[in-house]
């Protein structure tokens, strides 16, 4: 944002919520008053302050991190977004000579630490073979902010986006080490803190995406085909009902490999056909050889 005025940030918000003025303000404020905030010409009071941004699934604290951003604030979040675009893309070598350019404004807050290092394990793991590595990463990031989490029972307790974020790659961390029960109790319990948090923002229902895809994973590992399937199709209606699509092919893949382990062959066999030209389509090439190289295997069937 190039004006960081309150009535944008809460502008801006509200757009990425998918809300209208009337649907924010309604219980709060009249849509005038709200109109009025986002332009700049009426100062909120604390309170409706407070009620507008709990409807934005953000709070005060993290309203102040959008609004006193500096020009070298907004350069490392510019870069970072970057790494993060080129990370969902696959563009691994890519993302990782970004990232090295990254460091000279990492150490600016502890927030800016804390994406940073998210930022080094998601390459790492994608890296294959740091599982240890990032763990420990991990763990330190959200040490930065939450000093003494309580891994067994945090559903009520709020957590921001880097937070979420992070709980979501310890659970993938879990499955690459083999500690699959481990991650799907941690899985399990992320769920449940993100549907407790209630938010519209887009963030949250990718991270409820990738999450659902990841613990459909770690239950096919575990021999828990059905609960595997649920899983993938609950990925699956959150990415249709949101409009983000970006996993829905791998989301499908999971789907499909559940439907043959529970003994559906001719099924899986079909999904597995429909998803191959779409993943080449958008260049998700490695992603399409794994669904061939599958159907091979067990099937012995050339896409």
Same mark, same amino acid.
Do not use: D, W
């Given at each position: 944002?190039?004006?960081?005025?309150?009535g944008e940030v809460i502008r801006s918000l509200r757009k990425k919520a998918g809300l209208s003025q009337e649907e924010l303000s309604e219980g709060i404020c009249s849509?005038?008053?709200?109109s009025r905030i986002e332009n700049g010409i009426q100062k909120p009071s604390s309170s409706v302050l407070e009620s507008l941004l709990n409807?934005?699934? =953000?709070? =005060? /604290?993290?309203? @102040?991190?959008?609004? %006193?951003k500096n020009e070298e604030q907004l350069a490392f979040e510019e870069k970072s977004e970057q790494? =993060? *675009?080129?990370?969902?893309?696959?563009?691994?070598?890519?993302?990782?000579?970004?990232?090295? &350019?990254? *460091?000279?404004?990492a150490e600016l807050n502890n927030l800016n630490m804390? /994406?940073?290092m998210l930022l080094d394990a998601s390459i790492k793991l994608y890296e294959n073979g740091y599982a240890n590595e990032v763990l420990t990463i991990l763990n330190d990031a959200l040490a930065l902010t939450k000093p003494s989490f309580n891994f067994e029972d945090f559903r009520d307790t709020l957590l921001s986006m880097e937070e979420v974020n992070i709980l979501n790659l310890i659970v993938f961390a879990y499955y690459q080490l083999g500690e699959t029960l481990k991650a799907i109790r941690l899985g399990e319990?992320?769920?449940?803190?993100?549907?407790?948090? *209630?938010?519209?923002?887009?963030? %949250?229902?990718?991270?409820?995406?990738?999450?659902? &895809?990841?613990?459909?994973? @770690?239950?096919?590992?575990? @021999?828990? %085909?059905?609960?595997a399937f649920e899983y993938a199709?609950?990925?699956e209606e959150l990415s249709i009902n949101s409009h983000e699509h970006m996993l829905l092919p791998e989301i499908e893949f999971v789907k499909a490999k559940a439907i043959h382990l529970l003994g559906n062959d001719e099924e899986c066999i079909f999904i597995c056909k429909a998803i191959v030209p779409y993943m080449e389509l958008i260049h998700k090439n490695d992603s399409a050889k794994r669904v061939k190289d599958y159907v091979k295997a067990e099937f012995g069937i050339k896409i």
């Open positions: 944002m190039s004006n960081n005025s309150l849509p005038v008053s709200l409807k934005l699934g =953000t709070s =005060t /604290y993290q309203i @102040c991190n959008i609004y %006193y790494i =993060t *675009k080129l990370i969902s893309e696959g563009n691994i070598i890519e993302a990782r000579n970004q990232f090295i &350019l990254l *460091k000279e404004n804390q /994406y940073y319990e992320l769920m449940s803190a993100l549907k407790n948090h *209630k938010s519209g923002l887009k963030e %949250y229902q990718l991270m409820q995406i990738n999450l659902a &895809l990841n613990l459909a994973q @770690c239950l096919e590992k575990e @021999c828990r %085909y059905k609960e199709e609950k990925a």
